[in-house]
């Protein structure tokens, strides 16, 4: 199903438009991605409805990718190991959250630590989406820590319990998929717009 509705797409696209080599692999892999997104999350829905955690679901979903936008981070090298996971973590999580009371003293040392990771290694790149432009990769950090920042804040000062772990949650997800130590993990090579410049003879 995914290569017969990739290469219509893929057709279509070459009929229409000249674009050379490099730009057609752009496309390509957003559209993978577009289509790995959208039936990775019907899947997990329908497992969250069947679960009775839906709302549960939308609301971490929303608040995590909102972290993730500017700090990226690994991805699974196949589509089934990130359906897998992803299952796993945005069905597991809601359940976790939903039934746990964390003290005020410990969101604040975990969110310190989340804050940390963050500011030192975000944005985390892929080897197939290298983010190469020095300027965009500053705005990404600083956008990333901002948003790690406010997530924090907001996790202790929100009285609803759910929504307030959603975010300290979001955040410490986040500073795990983003770290060195979960690229090596998983041998997944890390800092690659620095191979990538390095291959092509940039400067940066």
Known sequence: MKKF????????????KNYDEIKLAEIKYGLETLYLTFSKLIII?????????????????LIYNIMR????????????????????V?????????RIMIKPIIKIIIGIISIIGIMLFSPADTHKKPIINKKRRKIYK??????????????????ENYIANSFL?????????????T?????????NYKTYIEKHGLNY
């Not at 829905?45 to 979903?61: D, H, P, Q, T, V």
């Not at 945005?90 to 939903?98: A, E, R, S």
């Open 183 to 191: 690229y090596k993990l998983f041998k997944m090579p890390y800092n």
């Open 45 to 61: 829905s329908i497992i969250a409805i069947i679960l009775g955690i839906f709302k549960e679901l939308i609301i971490f979903l």
């Open 142 to 159: 600083i956008l990333s820590t901002i948003i790690a920042i406010t997530y924090v804040i907001l996790s202790i000062l929100i009285k």
């Open 169 to 181: 949650f979001a955040t410490l997800l986040q500073n795990i998929l983003i770290s060195p130590i």
């Open 5 to 16: 509705i990739l290469d219509n797409c893929m057709n279509i696209i070459i009929k229409n």
């Open 69 to 88: 936008a500017p700090s990226f981070g690994i991805h699974a090298s196949k589509s089934w190991i990130c359906l897998l996971s992803s299952t796993l």
């Open 90 to 98: 945005f069905i597991g999580l809601p359940l976790l959250i939903k």
